[in-house]
């Protein structure tokens, strides 16, 4: 079987936002594995500093996406768009804050539409990504026949809130805003027990600091090299915003699989738990599974082999 070339493609949007403003959106996106319309069509939606680039030798979830695979490159047509504004195709947007969650699914969603693609065969994203996907699954119920988000839920609580509101402030400071940004951002993204079981107080006689400060530190310079603040303050407000429709949801057809992370800070799995039982009592169709991990939030993108198994059994 032949698969797609995987170059950056556009889609040219004129939208106007749910806060009544108007923009030119060259909505960028890759394609993975078969041929537009000849196999199912896998939609994912990125995280926060991720891109359309998920599969290959550069791929961020090449562990999960590609040629046998749990989800097949063979098999499947793997459809990635870039959130807007988040640089990946030199695409900023100034005034993040006229933008929301909502708008970014409405914009997948002509997307979609444009490409004349029906239906997807399934919708599967990752923390913010995944939000992104409960806003869309909820404008268009009968969208996909399968949605998995993973690592997140339909809202943002009050405690991701406060998180990112630190965020907020972290990225107006005048020194170093992102590499600071990304240091606290860390701290949320893994537990207690995860660094001190790597690090247990070891300390880097060369740069005079512990290694876990070196490491957080490296992380920090790390993102600011590849990713841009302006990007990095859109991709933060978007994640403080998720506001889902909660009596929409039951409207879903999709059968729907939570995915949650046992230690995870920034979208606790009690709360997805919960969302769980909501729908739950109204919706057949819908099941909870839980990665077991030390690592907290970020095991959705280390636990490769629990998820392999959890997606392969669903798919």
């Known amino acids: 079987m032949i698969e797609l070339k995987t170059e950056l493609n556009y889609i040219n949007l004129s939208y106007q936002t749910n806060s009544g403003k ?67 195709d030199d695409f900023f947007i100034d005034e993040y804050e006229d933008f929301g ?20 065969y399934a919708v599967i994203g990752g923390s913010l990504g995944g939000g992104i996907g409960w806003e869309m ?35 107006n400071v005048d020194q ?10 860390m701290l949320c993204y893994r537990t207690p027990q995860s660094l001190n079981d790597r690090f247990q107080n070891r300390y880097d006689q060369e740069k005079q600091r512990l290694k876990s400060e070196d490491w957080l530190i490296y992380h920090g310079n790390s993102l600011n090299e590849r990713f841009s603040l302006i990007a990095y ?3 933060n407000h978007l994640l403080m915003t998720i506001n889902t429709e909660e ?8 059968q729907i699989h939570l995915v949650s992370v046992d230690t995870d800070l920034f979208f606790p799995a009690s709360e997805i738990r919960m969302c ?40």
């Open 22 to 88: 108007e923009y030119h959106i060259p909505l960028s996106y890759q394609l993975f594995g078969q041929e537009l319309f000849t196999a199912p069509i896998v939609l994912v939606n990125h995280a926060l500093t991720g891109n359309s680039n998920v599969s290959g030798e550069e791929g961020w979830w090449k562990q999960l996406i590609g040629r046998n695979q749990v989800i097949d490159t063979d098999k499947y047509t793997v459809l990635c768009f870039n959130i807007p504004g988040n640089g990946y």
């Open 101 to 120: 969650p909502s708008d970014m699914a409405n914009i997948f969603l002509n997307g979609i539409e444009a490409l004349d693609i029906k239906n997807l």
């Open 176 to 185: 170093e805003p992102l590499q600071k940004a990304r240091i606290h951002a």
């Open 276 to 315: 769980f039982e909501k729908l739950k009592e109204n919706k057949g169709n819908v099941f909870y599974h839980e990665i077991k991990s030390m690592h907290g939030h970020d095991a959705f993108l280390m636990e490769y082999e629990q998820l392999n198994n959890i997606i392969k059994n669903i798919l």
């Open 137 to 171: 699954l909820a404008k268009k119920p009968g969208l996909a026949r399968i949605f998995i988000p993973i690592a997140c839920d339909f809202k943002t609580h009050d405690w991701l809130h406060a998180q990112c509101m630190v965020q907020k402030f972290l990225l």
């Open 233 to 235: 303050r859109l991709m």
């Open 247 to 254: 009596k929409s949801l039951g409207n879903i057809e999709a």
